[in-house]
C-alpha cells in the first residue's frame, strides 16, 4: 500500500480545495506567476550569509539575473542552481530559502539562476540560459574546490540537461549534480502519472500545460536535451536525486537515478513516500519538509566527500 499523504500536506490540499481557485492549467502564463509567487510565503526564511548579492550574467543575446549566496567561511564548493516552475513560472524568490540552506549548512557557494521563461523564451532559451550561467560561474566564481549544477523540477530538468551539454560538448567539469523531484521525460503513461494525475499542487494537466508552453512541438520533446532519460547517461557526474511519492513525477525521477547506476554514474536516491511534488517549498508549514532539508544537506556533504 501507498503510504498516506503527510497530515500537514493534506491540510494544505484541502485549504487549497476550499478556495476553489481555477485550476492552474486554465491560467494565463503572467496568472501562473503571481500565484506561484504568492507561495513563496510557505518556505520558511533562510539563515543569514556572509553576503547575498544579484548579479548579471552574461547570455547569447544580452544579460540575465543571478543571485550569488556566499557563506561566511572559506567557500569548498560551488553549485549552480536553478529554479522550478514548470519553465514558465518561478524566479530568484522561488528557492531562496533552499539556497540560503545550502550555502551556510555546506560552506559553499551557490548562484542561483533567472533563466528566460517560457512561453516568452520556449526551448532551448532556458536551457541556452542556464548553460551559459554554468560556464560564466566556472569560469568567473568558483574557486577550486568541486562545482556541481542542480535545481527542482523544470530546473532539475535544465541542470540534467546542462551536465550533458557539459560532457558533449567539452564543458565546464562537473563534479556532481542535485536533481529535485526533477522532469526528465515528456512520457505521460508511467505509472505515477496514473497514480497521482489529479495530485496537489501539481498534477497530469498542470504538466501538460508546462509542455505545451515549454515545447509545443511534441516532436522534439524526445531530444535529450529535453528529456534527459532518453540520453546515454554515461560519463555524467554522480548525482543525488530526490522524489516524492505522491507526485506524477516520481516514476521518471526513479527511473533517471536507476539508469544513472546502469551506467556506472554514481547516483543515490532519495524517496519520501508522504510527500508531494514541491515540498521544499513548504518548510515554514510542513515539519517533514523542513525535515528534509537536513536530509539533503547531509547527503550532498556525502556526495562531494566521495568525489
Known amino acids: 500500500m501507498p503510504a498516506p499523504v503527510d497530515p500537514a500536506i493534506a491540510t494544505l490540499a484541502a485549504a487549497a480545495a476550499a478556495v476553489a481557485a481555477p485550476p492552474l492549467h486554465t491560467l494565463t502564463p503572467a496568472e501562473a506567476r503571481a500565484r506561484v509567487a504568492a507561495g513563496h510565503g510557505s518556505c520558511a526564511d533562510g539563515p543569514e550569509l556572509r553576503s547575498v548579492d544579484d548579479i548579471r550574467i552574461p547570455v547569447a543575446d544580452g544579460t540575465i539575473g543571478a543571485r550569488v549566496y556566499s557563506p561566511h567561511r572559506a567557500p569548498q564548493a560551488t553549485l549552480v542552481y ?32 533567472d533563466y528566460r521563461l517560457a512561453p516568452e523564451h520556449p526551448f532551448p532559451t532556458p536551457l541556452d540560459d542556464a548553460y551559459a550561467a554554468l560556464r560564466h560561474v566556472a569560469a568567473e566564481i568558483a574557486g577550486n574546490g568541486p562545482l556541481g549544477v542542480g535545481g527542482d523540477s523544470a530546473g532539475g530538468n535544465l541542470a540534467a540537461a546542462c551536465t550533458l551539454r557539459a560532457r558533449d560538448e567539452h564543458g565546464p567539469r562537473l563534479d556532481f549534480q542535485l536533481l529535485v523531484y526533477p522532469v526528465t521525460d515528456h512520457d505521460f503513461t508511467r505509472g505515477s502519472y496514473r497514480t497521482h494525475a489529479a495530485a496537489f499542487p ?12 515549454y515545447l509545443p512541438d511534441v516532436a522534439r520533446r524526445d531530444l535529450p536535451t529535453a528529456s534527459p532519460l532518453r540520453d546515454d547517461l554515461a560519463g555524467l557526474p554522480p548525482a543525488h536525486v530526490v522524489v516524492a511519492g505522491h507526485d506524477p513525477l516520481r516514476d521518471e525521477g526513479v527511473a533517471y537515478a536507476e539508469r544513472l547506476r546502469a551506467a556506472g554514474v554514481d547516483a543515490t536516491l532519495a524517496e519520501y513516500p508522504s510527500l508531494v511534488h514541491g515540498f521544499f517549498r513548504f518548510t515554514r508549514v510542513v515539519p517533514a519538509a523542513r525535515a528534509a532539508v537536513d536530509d539533503l544537506v547531509a547527503a550532498l556533504r556525502a556526495l562531494t566527500a566521495r568525489g
Open 82 to 113: 536553478l529554479h522550478g516552475g514548470g519553465w514558465v513560472t518561478g524566479d530568484l524568490d522561488y528557492c531562496d530559502e533552499l539556497c540560503r540552506f545550502i550555502a551556510d549548512r555546506l560552506d559553499w557557494t551557490v548562484v542561483s539562476v
Open 202 to 213: 501539481i498534477g497530469a494537466a498542470a504538466m501538460r500545460w508546462f509542455w505545451d508552453h
